[in-house]
C-alpha cells in the first residue's frame, strides 16, 4: 500500500493522507538555520546546533508520536468549530489533504468547511528565519468570518536541560511582546547574545505566549481553550512554559483567498551591542526588525522562494540520469542527491530518531558523508575535512566525535576506535578527486585543536596511516579498540552492569582483539595514500604504504580468510569470529564488501567466493544482513552487537550502510545484475509499494531494516542521517553507472545490468560539463570512449583544456 506518490516534474514527494505509519519527515534550512517538519507540521528549529542552540521545543517518544510543531488552528467563527490545517493536532477529518515534501521546504494543503489552506514552509538562502506562507481560500459558496491561529512552544535553548533541569527552567523564561512580535529572550539577561522571535504580516486580534493560558488547564494541543473560545489571552510568560500565539481575524468573501505570513527567526547580537537603549534590558531588535521588514513582504518571501528551488535546481544538475530504471532515476537524481546534502549537515545529529541532544559529528561518519555530497558543494567538504582533521590525536588516533558548535572532539565519548584515522584518508582522497585542489595538502591544521600544533594535512594523513601500524595484534592483524565500523562489536568491553556504555566501559587491554574488516580498510586506504604520496613527491612515503599494503594484505590472507568468505575479527581470547568455526556469527558483511573494495582477491577468484557466500547465508529479499547466524543470547566478549534482539540493529538486521558494499564489489567483479539487483532491494522508491510494511519514507534511505530473524522483517528504521545514504549515491553513480571522479579525470566505466540497452549521465566534474552516453552492444562490460568523437585508450577521459566547457562522451559496452 502507498501513502502519497512521487511527483518528478517537481521533485516532490507527495503524501495524500496524514495518517503515515510513522511521521514522514523533511528538513528546512541548508546552512545554519535548520528544521524538521513532518507531514503534519510536527517537529522542531534549531540553530546550527540541535543541542545547544534549539529555538522550538518537541517531545520524543510522545503519543501520539508526533506532537509538538509548526501549528496553525482555523477557527470558524460562525459555528465556533475548528481544526488544524495539517490535520495534527487537532485530528479533525479533513476533506482533502496534501503534503508536498521538496528540498528544503515542505507546502501542506487541506480543505475543510469550505476553506481551503495551503501553507508553505521553507528558510530562505543565507538567513536565520523560516517562513510560513499561509493562503486562505474561502470555496465555501458563502461568506466567512474565521480566525487563524498560530502556535508555536519555545525551547530554553539548551535541549537537554530543557528536557531535565525544570526546577530552574519554570523559572527563567523571558518574553517581550512588542508591536505585535513575539520574542523569546530567555537567558538573554545573563551570557546568552540571542534570542528568537515569531511575527506575523497581519495586525492582531490578540496573542499568547504562557502555554497553560493558551491551551487551557489539563488541555493538550488538540483542543486549545483560545481557539475553542476565539479570545486570546494577551499575557505575557514569567517562567513555565513560554509559548508564541498568534491571533488573526480573516474575513473571506466566497471565492476571496488571502495571504498570510508567519516568520520564526533567530538572532545573534554582539556582547556589547546586546540592549537598546544600552544599559537596559531590552532586547536590541534591530536586526530582527530588518528581516522582518523584508520578509513579510510576500514578494520578497516568494523571491527568495525562488531562489531556493534555483539553488536546488543547480546542485541537483551536477549530476542527472537517465536509465531503464525510474526508481534509480528519481534517486540518484532527486531524493538520494538531497539525502546526501542533508546527512552531510546534520551528521547524526537530528532526525525523528536522533534526538539532537546525544551525537555531535562522527569522525568516520562526516568522513563517509562527504563521499556523497563533495560533488555538490566541494568548498563546504573542504571545510568540513579542515574542521574534522583539526580534532585529529597527536598519534593520529581521533575523537570519535565532535560537537558542531565548538568543533571540539567530544571527551565522554573520547577515541580508541580504531578504524576512525582511515576514514579521513578516503575523505581527503574524495575530495581531491572530485575537485583537483592538491593545495588541501599543505593546509596547516591543528591536532586537538590545539593552537601551535599545527601541520599540513598531509601529515595528519601519513599519522592516520601509521596508527594502524602502530597497532597490531597477535595475528600481525590491525587490534579493533572500542569498536571499528561496526560500533557494536565491542570485544575490549566486557560489561556486566547495566546503563554502561559499551563502547567506553573498557575493560580489557586491547592488546589482543583484532578486526579484519580495519586490515581491508587500511589496504583501501593505502590505494589512495599511494596516489596522493606520489602526487605529493614523497617517495619515502610511496614505498613505506605500499610495503604496509602488500604486508596487511598477506596478514589477511593468512588469519583473515576462511576459505569462502573474509573472516570478521579475532576476540580477546584470541578465537576467531565471522568463521565456519563459530556457530553464531560465522558470515559478516562488512569484511566481503571492505576487502573486495579494496582489491582483495578479484584476481584469484576470492571475491566471487566471497560474494557467493554473502548471497547464500547473508542475502534476503528486503537486503542483506549483517551476520548469519543472529546471536541468540548476549556475550560478554562480543558487546553491543549481542545486545539486541536477532533480526534488529547490528545483531543481523539489515543495516543498509553495508549493503552498497556489496554492490560496489560486484561491480568490482563485473557481475552488473547482481550489484543491481542488491541496489533495488534497499531502494526507498521501489519500496514504496509496501509502504505498510517498510514504515519509514519512501524517498530516504533509513539506516536498517529488520532482518530474517526478527518477527518485523522488511520493517525500516533510523530513517534520514544514515551513511547508507552516501554510500548507495556512491555504488549507483559511480560503479554501477561508473561514471567516477579520479585523481587525473572523470572515469566511465559501467557495469550495468544486461538487459539495458542505453543510459545517459551528464555530470559537472571540474568546471566542465560532461554529456555521456552509453550504449550497450555486447554482452560484457568493456569498454569503448569516444569523446568530442575521437575514440581514447581506456576508460578515464583526460582533463580537458581550460576552456572547454561540455565534453560529450559516447560510451560503448562490448
Ligand atoms: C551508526 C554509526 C556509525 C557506525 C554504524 C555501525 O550508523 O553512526 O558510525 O559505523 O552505526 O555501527
Ligand atoms: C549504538 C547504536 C549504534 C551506533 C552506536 C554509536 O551502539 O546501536 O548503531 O553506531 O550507538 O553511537
Not at 109 to 136: A, C, D, H
Not at 335 to 340: D, M, P
Request: charged share 25%.
Amino acid at each position: 500500500m502507498k501513502f502519497g506518490y512521487f511527483d518528478d516534474n517537481t521533485r516532490e514527494y507527495v503524501i495524500t493522507q496524514p495518517d503515515t505509519p510513522m511521521p514522514w519527515i523533511n528538513y528546512l534550512g541548508s546552512e545554519a538555520y535548520f528544521g524538521l517538519i513532518s507531514n503534519t507540521a510536527g517537529g522542531y528549529s534549531f540553530y546550527k546546533d540541535a543541542r545547544l542552540r534549539r529555538l522550538t521545543r518537541y517531545r520524543y517518544n510522545n503519543s501520539p508520536l508526533d506532537m509538538g510543531g509548526r501549528y496553525l488552528y482555523i477557527r470558524d467563527n460562525k459555528s465556533g468549530k475548528y481544526w488544524s490545517p495539517s490535520w495534527m493536532p487537532t485530528r479533525a477529518k479533513l476533506d482533502e489533504y496534501e503534503c508536498r515534501h521538496g528540498q528544503g521546504y515542505t507546502v501542506i494543503t487541506s480543505k475543510l468547511n469550505g476553506i481551503k489552506s495551503s501553507t508553505r514552509y521553507f528558510v530562505p538562502l543565507g538567513e536565520s528565519l523560516e517562513i510560513w506562507q499561509v493562503t486562505l481560500t474561502n470555496e465555501s459558496g458563502s461568506d466567512s468570518d474565521l480566525s487563524l491561529f498560530s502556535a508555536i512552544e519555545f525551547c530554553l535553548w539548551d535541549a537537554n536541560d530543557d528536557a531535565t533541569n525544570f526546577q530552574r527552567n519554570y523559572s527563567i523564561g523571558q518574553m517581550e511582546i512588542v508591536d505585535d512580535v513575539i520574542y523569546h529572550k530567555t537567558e538573554y539577561r545573563e551570557r546568552r547574545d540571542h534570542f528568537a522571535y515569531f511575527a506575523c504580516s497581519e495586525k492582531l486580534a490578540g496573542y499568547d505566549t504562557i502555554r497553560e493560558d493558551f491551551l487551557g488547564k489539563y488541555r493538550g494541543w488538540n483542543e486549545p481553550q483560545v481557539v475553542e473560545s476565539g479570545k486570546s489571552s494577551n499575557t505575557e510568560a514569567h517562567g513555565w512554559q513560554p509559548i508564541g500565539s498568534h491571533n488573526v481575524s480573516v474575513s473571506l468573501k466566497a471565492g476571496e483567498s488571502k495571504q498570510i505570513t508567519f516568520i520564526l527567526g533567530y538572532v545573534e547580537n554582539a556582547k556589547d551591542d546586546k540592549f537598546d537603549p544600552p544599559g537596559s534590558q531590552v532586547i536590541n531588535k534591530k536586526k530582527a526588525k530588518a528581516a522582518l521588514g523584508k520578509y513579510l513582504q510576500q514578494a520578497n518571501a516568494d523571491k527568495a522562494f525562488a531562489e531556493l528551488r534555483d539553488y536546488w535546481t543547480m546542485l541537483l544538475g551536477k549530476l542527472q540520469v537517465t536509465t531503464p530504471d525510474e526508481h534509480t532515476n528519481r534517486m540518484v537524481n532527486i531524493w538520494n542527491a538531497y539525502q546526501c546534502m542533508v546527512t552531510f549537515n546534520m551528521s547524526r545529529s537530528a532526525s525523528y530518531f536522533e534526538s539532537g541532544i546525544g551525537r555531535g559529528m562522527g569522525f568516520r561518519d562526516s568522513n563517509q558523508d562527504l563521499l556523497g555530497f563533495v560533488h555538490m558543494i566541494p568548498e563546504r567538504a573542504k571545510e568540513r575535512i579542515l574542521d574534522i582533521a583539526a580534532t585529529q590525536l597527536k598519534n593520529g588516533g581521533a575523537f570519535h566525535q565532535y560537537q558542531p558548535l565548538t568543533k571540539r572532539g567530544n571527551n565522554d565519548v573520547g577515541s580508541g576506535f580504531n578504524d576512525d584515522p582511515a576514514w579521513l584518508v578516503l575523505g581527503v582522497a574524495a575530495y581531491i578527486k572530485e575537485s583537483g585542489d592538491w593545495s588541501i595538502l599543505d593546509e596547516r591544521v591543528t591536532y586537538e585543536n590545539e593552537e601551535g600544533s599545527e601541520a599540513p594535512l598531509y601529515e595528519h594523513l601519513q599519522k592516520s596511516i601509521q596508527y594502524t601500524l602502530d597497532r597490531l595484534g597477535p595475528n600481525q592483524l590491525p587490534l579493533i579498540g572500542r569498536a571499528d565500523w561496526n560500533d557494536c562489536l565491542n570485544l575490549n568491553c566486557f560489561s556486566d552492569t547495566p546503563g554502561q556504555s559499551f563502547q567506553t566501559t573498557t575493560n580489557k587491554e586491547g592488546k589482543v582483539a583484532e578486526s579484519v574488516f580495519i586490515a581491508g580498510l587500511f589496504v583501501l586506504a593505502c590505494s589512495e595514500m599511494v596516489d596522493i604520496a606520489k602526487h605529493h613527491g614523497d617517495k619515502a612515503e610511496v614505498e613505506k604504504v605500499t610495503k604496509a599494503s602488500a604486508d596487511m594484505e598477506k596478514i589477511v590472507w593468512k588469519a583473515g580468510w576462511d576459505g569462502d568468505w573474509f573472516r570478521r575479527a579475532y576476540d580477546d581470547f584470541g578465537h576467531v569470529l565471522g568463521s565456519k568455526e563459530n556457530t553464531e556469527g560465522r558470515i559478516f558483511i562488512e569484511p566481503q564488501g571492505i576487502c573486495i573494495m579494496a582489491g582483495l582477491g578479484v584476481e584469484n577468484g576470492n571475491a566471487v567466493k566471497a560474494l557467493d557466500s554473502v548471497n547464500e547465508h547473508l542475502a534476503t529479499p528486503h537486503g542483506i544482513v549483517l551476520q548469519q547466524p543472529a546471536f541468540s543470547q548476549y556475550y560478554l566478549h562480543l558487546g553491543e552487537i549481542s545486545s539486541y534482539p536477532p533480526g534488529y540493529k547490528e545483531n543481523a538486521g539489515i543495516f543498509c550502510h553495508t549493503n552498497p558494499w556489496i554492490m560496489i564489489a560486484e561491480a568490482i567483479v563485473g557481475r552488473g545484475d547482481k550489484a543491481f539487483d542488491y541496489y533495488k532491494r534497499i531502494n526507498p522508491s521501489a519500496r514504496e509499494e509496501i509502504g505498510e510494511l517498510h514504515r519509514c519514507e519512501p524517498y530516504v534511505y533509513a539506516q536498517m531494516i529488520a532482518g530474517k530473524d526478527a518477527a518485523t522483517h522488511g520493517e525500516a528504521k533510523n530513517s534520514w542521517l544514515t551513511g547508507t545514504a552516501a554510500w548507495n549515491y556512491v555504488a549507483i553513480t559511480q560503479s554501477i553507472l561508473g561514471v567516477q571522479p579520479m585523481f587525473d579525470g572523470l572515469q566511465v566505466k559501467p557495469v550495468v545490468p544486461s538487459d539495458w540497452k542505453s543510459f545517459e549521465v551528464t555530470r559537472s566534474f571540474r568546471g566542465v560539463r560532461y554529456e555521456i552516453s552509453v550504449v550497450r552492444e555486447g554482452t560484457g562490460n568493456s569498454v569503448a570512449l569516444t569523446v568530442d568523437g575521437k575514440s581514447i585508450e581506456g576508460t578515464i577521459i583526460p582533463l580537458p583544456d581550460k576552456n572547454t566547457k561540455t565534453v560529450k562522451v559516447k560510451a560503448v559496452i562490448k
